[in-house]
Nanobody, 127 residues
Framework: QVQLVESGGGLVQPGDSLRLSCAASAASGRIFHQYVMGWFRQAPGKEREFVARIRRVGDQFLTYYADLAGGRFTISGDHAQNTVSLEMNSLQPEDTAVYYC???????????????WGQGTQVTVSS
């Protein structure tokens, strides 16, 4: 069982930056040893879409981004703290969505790949 809690959402203006965090906990205490961590987002009336994912391989983190990230988003992980962050720069109104942290045993870009989900954090980009 994995619990995920997101934080860091809010209302920002176009061009601003925002950093989302996800605190993960598991019975084993070893999130990155077992799980791939991902960020997804869902705008009203739209399907949940993949943003980025990260997994630990040896002593390194491997990352993968959706095209929508466009070099603006950076995912990072802290093995000691069991946290995953998403740094978002140059935010635009089309980035407005609920952002979800997810954990899964397999690596993939489909939301169906991930077994555990946080409650989501709202990001609104508006002038």
């Amino acid at each position: 069982q994995v619990q995920l809690v997101e934080s860091g959402g809010g209302l920002v203006q176009p061009g601003d930056s925002l950093r989302l965090s996800c605190a993960a906990s598991a019975a084993s205490g070893r999130i990155f040893h077992q799980y791939v961590m991902g960020w997804f987002r869902q705008a009203p009336g739209k399907e949940r879409e993949f943003v980025a994912r990260i997994r630990r391989v040896g002593d390194q983190f491997l990352t993968y981004y959706a095209d929508l990230a466009g070099g603006r988003f950076t995912i990072s992980g802290d093995h000691a703290q069991n946290t995953v962050s998403l740094e978002m720069n140059s935010l635009q109104p089309e980035d407005t969505a609920v952002y979800y942290c997810a954990a899964g045993l397999a690596s993939g870009s489909s939301w169906r790949t991930y077994e555990y989900w946080g409650q989501g954090t709202q990001v609104t980009v508006s002038s």
